[in-house]
């Protein structure tokens, strides 16, 4: 997962488009998905994804995403889908459960709903720089700027994270703890892996913040941002395509 | 000459510490100067940076005593950002010290935080770039570059707002030699050209030796040592003893010495080195 949340340059239309336009697109299609009530146009979302990935040059990220959503989305498709009584029974199962029609449908719009979620707001971190989302926040919707950072600052950190978390587990094995094992060796791994990860974590943060001081931080203003983003031909089209996907997840 | 920084009677001691990181330092800098710092870990270096820049004690709390001031400023009262403007620095973990994910964005950071007039930040980000020689890394995300190329993009940050005086704490640690040359050459260039203040906190002590004009030797919180470079390597039995290792010509002219086979100062580098031995061999 490491890159993911990262972004990728290119010179595509979506990349030049403007940030407040880009983070629109990618609402409007996850929100979009939880509005409409068809599988089909979930899946039709879900596909407007990852083809879209795919032509902005950020088919790694989609794979990823796909590869560690889909997990979760798997994992939570097989939880749920005995314990979803409405509906016609497929396959019955002990302890009065079972698989029904009703199941099948709720937990694959479930799945496509939770994917369709993902893979929008990857791509546009994809083609958005952090610094441009934050100033737009501030100059165009008037956001403060410590709120603005604060949530580009946690994006930011999770690619870090997972830096953070890689060092730890190669720190432990040079160390001979071995990782593999049983469920309850695993959970008593937690404590050795979690807590220099926490430790270095926090100095890592404090030490952003003090940075972040030291370079005047506190005397940022709403029109401090040196680049200016004006709107564009291609801005408007997007948000035409914006509108489009509201419509249909609205109508369906 | 008035001083760009005077310590007088400096002591600090971090919060629920024992024993105070600075001990009485009294210290005298002038506009200009290349101060070199050396010490073993824990001498208080760290702490002298930290004080310099306004971190102690605003940020980093504990018990201050006695004054401080750089450019006039009064650390205990001036905010962090005041000093700030005066005072740039890079410290160690140069890693914690990125607050965007593009090269160029963490040199326009501060530029944009300061209010530099908008028709100069080009030519300062530009230039801060190609004096650190990584023009071709702007458009780079930092996650994608080495240690060394991301301290270089820690130094060029503070160096386009051309600050009086810089303050770098070790940070030139994961710089291959070559660029560690070129690093303390930009410096020697600043100082030059600009009268930028230089105090570099090192453990390349050789290199520090051929381009400061002063070093300062910290143990245990105070400043033991202050002198110009070659006064100070005079004494390399008592630098030994402090943990400081001096360079080994400079070792090589203490023992000529002893054998009155050498009489001139010490060498800080190999051309001088080689003056020396030609001069003990004849």
Not at chain 1, 147 to 166: D, G, H, K, Q, S
Not at chain 2, 29 to 43: L, N
Not at chain 2, 200 to 228: H, N, S, T
């Given at each position: 997962?490491?890159?993911?949340?990262?972004?990728?340059?290119?010179?595509?239309?979506?990349?030049?488009?403007?940030?407040?336009?880009?983070?629109?697109?990618?609402?409007?299609?996850?929100?979009?998905g939880?509005?409409?009530?068809?599988l089909?146009?979930?899946?039709?979302?879900?596909?407007?994804?990852?083809c879209?990935?795919?032509?902005?040059?950020?088919?790694?990220?989609?794979?990823?995403?796909?590869?560690?959503?889909?997990?979760?989305?798997?994992?939570?498709?097989?939880?749920?889908?005995?314990?979803?009584?409405?509906?016609?029974?497929?396959?019955?199962?002990?302890?009065?459960?079972?698989?029904?029609?009703?199941?099948?449908?709720?937990?694959?719009?479930?799945?496509?709903?939770?994917?369709?979620?993902?893979?929008?707001?990857?791509?546009?971190?994809?083609?958005?720089?952090?610094?441009?989302?934050?100033?737009?926040?501030?100059?165009?919707?008037?956001i403060?700027?410590?709120?603005?950072?604060?949530?580009?600052?946690?994006?930011?950190?999770?690619?870090v994270?997972?830096?953070?978390?890689?060092?730890?587990?190669e720190?432990?094995?040079?160390?001979?703890?071995?990782?593999?094992?049983?469920?309850?060796?695993?959970i008593?791994?937690?404590?050795?892996?979690?807590?220099?990860?926490?430790?270095?974590?926090?100095?890592?943060?404090?030490?952003?913040?003090?940075?972040?001081?030291?370079?005047?931080?506190?005397?940022?203003?709403?029109?401090?941002g040196?680049?200016?983003?004006?709107?564009?031909?291609?801005?408007?089209?997007?948000?035409?395509?914006?509108?489009?996907?509201?419509?249909?997840?609205?109508?369906? | 000459?008035?001083?760009?920084?005077?310590?007088?009677?400096?002591?600090?001691?971090?919060?629920?510490?024992?024993?105070?990181?600075?001990?009485?330092?009294?210290?005298?800098?002038?506009?200009?100067?290349?101060?070199?710092?050396?010490?073993?870990?824990?001498?208080?270096?760290?702490?002298?940076?930290?004080?310099?820049?306004?971190?102690?004690?605003?940020?980093?709390?504990?018990?201050?005593?006695?004054?401080?001031?750089?450019?006039?400023?009064?650390t205990?009262?001036?905010?962090?950002?005041?000093?700030?403007?005066?005072?740039?620095?890079?410290?160690?973990?140069?890693?914690?010290?990125?607050?965007?994910?593009?090269?160029?964005?963490?040199?326009l950071?501060?530029?944009?935080?300061?209010?530099?007039?908008?028709?100069?930040?080009?030519?300062?980000?530009?230039?801060?770039?190609?004096?650190?020689?990584?023009?071709?890394?702007?458009?780079?995300?930092?996650?994608?570059?080495?240690?060394?190329?991301?301290?270089k993009?820690?130094?060029?940050?503070?160096?386009?707002?051309?600050p009086?005086?810089?303050?770098?704490?070790?940070?030139?640690?994961?710089?291959?030699?070559?660029?560690?040359?070129?690093?303390?050459?930009?410096?020697?260039?600043?100082?030059?050209?600009?009268?930028?203040?230089?105090?570099?906190?090192?453990?390349?002590?050789?290199?520090?030796?051929?381009?400061?004009?002063?070093?300062?030797?910290?143990?245990?919180?105070?400043?033991?040592?202050?002198?110009?470079?070659?006064?100070?390597?005079?004494?390399?039995?008592?630098?030994l003893?402090l943990?400081?290792?001096?360079?080994?010509?400079?070792?090589?002219?203490?023992?000529?010495?002893?054998?009155?086979?050498?009489?001139?100062p010490?060498?800080?580098?190999?051309?001088?080195?080689?003056?020396?031995?030609?001069?003990?061999?004849?």
């Amino acid at each position: 997962m490491q890159g993911v949340l990262e972004y990728q340059g290119g010179g595509t239309v979506l990349h030049r488009a403007h940030p407040l336009v880009k983070l629109a697109l990618a609402a409007v299609v996850c929100v979009g998905g939880f509005v409409t009530r068809s599988l089909l146009v979930n899946l039709a979302l879900l596909a407007l994804s990852i083809c879209g990935g795919f032509a902005l040059g950020l088919g790694g990220k989609v794979k990823s995403s796909l590869k560690g959503a889909g997990s979760l989305c798997l994992f939570l498709f097989v939880v749920q889908l005995p314990f979803v009584r409405a509906g016609r029974t497929l396959v019955p199962l002990p302890f009065g459960l079972g698989i029904t029609d009703e199941g099948l449908r709720f937990c694959a719009r479930f799945a496509a709903r939770l994917l369709g979620a993902t893979l929008p707001l990857v791509l546009m971190l994809g083609v958005t720089r952090l610094s441009d989302l934050t100033n737009t926040l501030v100059a165009q919707l008037g956001i403060p700027y410590r709120y603005a950072f604060v949530v580009t600052t946690a994006i930011r950190f999770i690619p870090v994270l997972f830096v953070e978390m890689r060092d730890v587990i190669e720190a432990q094995t040079a160390r001979g703890v071995e990782l593999d094992g049983s469920f309850t060796r695993k959970i008593k791994l937690i404590p050795p892996l979690c807590v220099p990860l926490l430790v270095s974590c926090a100095q890592r943060m404090e030490n952003n913040a003090l940075a972040a001081e030291l370079r005047g931080f506190y005397l940022r203003k709403r029109g401090s941002g040196y680049r200016r983003y004006p709107l564009t031909g291609s801005d408007a089209l997007l948000l035409a395509v914006c509108g489009l996907v509201a419509a249909a997840a609205i109508i369906t | 000459m008035d001083s760009l920084i005077l310590l007088e009677g400096v002591s600090f001691r971090y919060e629920g510490a024992g024993s105070r990181a600075l001990d009485d330092v009294r210290l005298s800098i002038a506009p200009g100067e290349f101060v070199g710092v050396i010490g073993p870990a824990g001498a208080g270096k760290t702490t002298l940076a930290h004080t310099l820049s306004g971190v102690v004690p605003h940020v980093r709390r504990g018990d201050f005593y006695g004054s401080a001031r750089v450019a006039g400023l009064d650390t205990v009262t001036a905010s962090v950002v005041e000093l700030s403007k005066t005072v740039g620095c890079v410290f160690q973990d140069v890693e914690s010290q990125f607050v965007t994910t593009m090269v160029e964005d963490e040199v326009l950071f501060a530029l944009e935080n300061f209010d530099v007039p908008r028709d100069e930040i080009p030519a300062r980000v530009d230039r801060a770039l190609a004096d650190l020689n990584i023009t071709d890394l702007r458009s780079r995300g930092i996650s994608t570059l080495s240690g060394g190329q991301k301290q270089k993009v820690a130094l060029a940050a503070a160096l386009a707002l051309a600050p009086s005086a810089l303050v770098l704490d070790e940070a030139t640690g994961e710089l291959d030699p070559a660029s560690s040359v070129q690093v303390f050459g930009l410096l020697s260039q600043l100082r030059r050209e600009r009268g930028t203040t230089i105090i570099v906190i090192e453990q390349k002590i050789m290199l520090l030796c051929a381009y400061a004009d002063r070093l300062l030797v910290m143990d245990q919180g105070r400043v033991v040592i202050d002198g110009p470079v070659r006064r100070t390597l005079e004494q390399p039995d008592r630098l030994l003893s402090l943990g400081v290792n001096c360079p080994r010509v400079t070792t090589l002219a203490a023992r000529l010495r002893e054998k009155e086979l050498y009489h001139g100062p010490p060498p800080i580098n190999l051309d001088e080195a080689e003056t020396m031995v030609r001069e003990a061999m004849a």
